[in-house]
Protein backbone atom coordinates (compact mmCIF):
# COMPACT_ATOMS: atom_id res chain seq x y z
CA UNK A 1 0.00 0.00 0.00
CA UNK A 2 0.93 3.57 -0.54
CA UNK A 3 -0.10 6.92 1.18
CA UNK A 4 -0.23 9.87 -0.70
CA UNK A 5 -0.02 14.01 0.65
CA UNK A 6 -0.37 16.23 -1.92
CA UNK A 7 1.03 20.25 -1.33
CA UNK A 8 2.14 23.67 -2.79
CA UNK A 9 -1.43 24.32 -3.91
CA UNK A 10 -2.63 27.77 -3.44
CA UNK A 11 -3.96 31.20 -5.08
CA UNK A 12 -2.17 32.63 -8.05
CA UNK A 13 -2.72 35.33 -10.67
CA UNK A 14 -3.29 33.84 -14.66
CA UNK A 15 0.89 33.54 -15.52
CA UNK A 16 2.22 32.56 -12.18
CA UNK A 17 3.68 29.29 -11.70
CA UNK A 18 3.04 26.37 -9.42
CA UNK A 19 4.52 23.59 -8.27
CA UNK A 20 2.96 21.18 -6.63
CA UNK A 21 4.31 18.18 -4.53
CA UNK A 22 2.84 14.73 -3.85
CA UNK A 23 5.08 12.36 -1.07
CA UNK A 24 4.38 9.16 -0.88
CA UNK A 25 4.88 6.56 2.24
CA UNK A 26 5.86 3.27 1.51
CA UNK A 27 9.19 1.05 0.94
CA UNK A 28 8.39 0.33 -2.94
CA UNK A 29 7.60 3.88 -4.43
CA UNK A 30 9.54 3.10 -7.27
CA UNK A 31 7.36 0.35 -8.23
CA UNK A 32 4.02 2.61 -8.71
CA UNK A 33 3.62 4.22 -11.92
CA UNK A 34 2.14 7.80 -10.22
CA UNK A 35 0.33 11.03 -11.60
CA UNK A 36 -1.73 13.62 -11.24
CA UNK A 37 -5.46 14.13 -11.74
CA UNK A 38 -7.98 17.32 -11.48
CA UNK A 39 -11.17 18.78 -10.06
CA UNK A 40 -12.64 21.42 -11.36
CA UNK A 41 -15.83 22.88 -9.28
CA UNK A 42 -18.97 21.17 -11.10
CA UNK A 43 -16.75 19.54 -13.27
CA UNK A 44 -15.72 15.57 -13.89
CA UNK A 45 -12.54 14.30 -12.58
CA UNK A 46 -10.11 14.98 -15.22
CA UNK A 47 -6.26 13.60 -16.28
CA UNK A 48 -3.44 15.82 -16.28
CA UNK A 49 -0.22 13.73 -16.48
CA UNK A 50 1.44 9.94 -15.50
CA UNK A 51 5.23 9.11 -15.48
CA UNK A 52 6.26 6.18 -15.23
CA UNK A 53 8.36 3.93 -12.09
CA UNK A 54 11.64 4.58 -14.13
CA UNK A 55 10.54 8.54 -14.97
CA UNK A 56 11.59 7.32 -18.42
CA UNK A 57 8.32 7.95 -19.82
CA UNK A 58 5.89 10.38 -19.30
CA UNK A 59 2.96 11.97 -21.03
CA UNK A 60 0.15 14.88 -20.28
CA UNK A 61 -3.09 15.44 -21.32
CA UNK A 62 -3.77 17.91 -24.41
CA UNK A 63 -4.60 20.71 -22.31
CA UNK A 64 -1.69 21.53 -20.29
CA UNK A 65 1.11 20.45 -22.64
CA UNK A 66 3.80 22.70 -22.83
CA UNK A 67 3.11 24.26 -19.50
CA UNK A 68 2.56 21.51 -17.29
CA UNK A 69 5.54 19.05 -16.52
CA UNK A 70 5.44 15.77 -14.18
CA UNK A 71 8.90 14.55 -12.80
CA UNK A 72 9.39 12.00 -9.55
CA UNK A 73 12.25 11.64 -7.28
CA UNK A 74 12.56 7.89 -6.36
CA UNK A 75 15.14 8.57 -3.44
CA UNK A 76 12.67 11.26 -1.62
CA UNK A 77 9.50 9.00 -2.49
CA UNK A 78 7.99 12.28 -4.23
CA UNK A 79 6.46 13.10 -6.90
CA UNK A 80 5.87 16.55 -8.57
CA UNK A 81 3.64 18.73 -11.03
CA UNK A 82 5.48 21.95 -12.14
CA UNK A 83 2.79 24.28 -13.54
CA UNK A 84 3.52 27.15 -15.90
CA UNK A 85 1.54 30.12 -17.51
CA UNK A 86 -1.73 29.13 -15.26
CA UNK A 87 -4.62 30.20 -16.54
CA UNK A 88 -8.43 30.78 -14.42
CA UNK A 89 -8.83 26.86 -16.40
CA UNK A 90 -6.58 25.63 -14.72
CA UNK A 91 -8.30 26.20 -11.07
CA UNK A 92 -9.08 22.94 -9.42
CA UNK A 93 -8.36 20.21 -7.02
CA UNK A 94 -5.51 18.70 -7.94
CA UNK A 95 -5.36 14.74 -7.26
CA UNK A 96 -2.01 12.67 -6.41
CA UNK A 97 -2.46 8.85 -7.49
CA UNK A 98 -0.42 5.89 -7.79
CA UNK A 99 -1.11 2.28 -9.11
CA UNK A 100 1.19 -0.54 -9.29
CA UNK A 101 0.03 -1.62 -12.95
CA UNK A 102 2.80 -1.14 -16.00
CA UNK A 103 2.85 2.75 -17.17
CA UNK A 104 -0.20 2.94 -19.84
CA UNK A 105 -1.67 6.20 -21.04
CA UNK A 106 -4.43 4.26 -21.89
CA UNK A 107 -5.22 3.46 -18.23
CA UNK A 108 -4.66 6.69 -17.13
CA UNK A 109 -6.46 8.76 -19.55
CA UNK A 110 -9.19 6.52 -20.24
CA UNK A 111 -9.72 4.22 -17.39
CA UNK A 112 -8.75 6.11 -14.24
CA UNK A 113 -11.56 4.18 -11.69
CA UNK A 114 -8.39 1.53 -12.04
CA UNK A 115 -5.72 3.60 -10.63
CA UNK A 116 -5.48 2.04 -7.12
CA UNK A 117 -4.42 4.80 -4.77
CA UNK A 118 -5.25 8.20 -4.17
CA UNK A 119 -4.52 11.41 -2.31
CA UNK A 120 -6.63 14.01 -0.84
CA UNK A 121 -6.11 16.82 -3.01
CA UNK A 122 -4.93 20.58 -3.17
CA UNK A 123 -6.35 23.28 -4.28
CA UNK A 124 -5.14 25.54 -7.36
CA UNK A 125 -7.21 28.74 -7.75
CA UNK A 126 -6.13 30.78 -10.73
CA UNK A 127 -6.91 34.10 -10.83
CA UNK A 128 -7.47 36.20 -14.22
Known amino acids: QVQLVESGGGLVQAGDSLRLSCAAT????????MGWFRQAPGKEREFVAV????????YVTDSVKGRFTISRDNAKNMVYLQMNSLKPEDTATYYC?????????????????????WGKGTLVTVSS
Open 26 to 33: GRTFGSYT
Open 51 to 58: ISRNAGST
Open 97 to 117: AADPAPYSTVRWYRESNRVDY
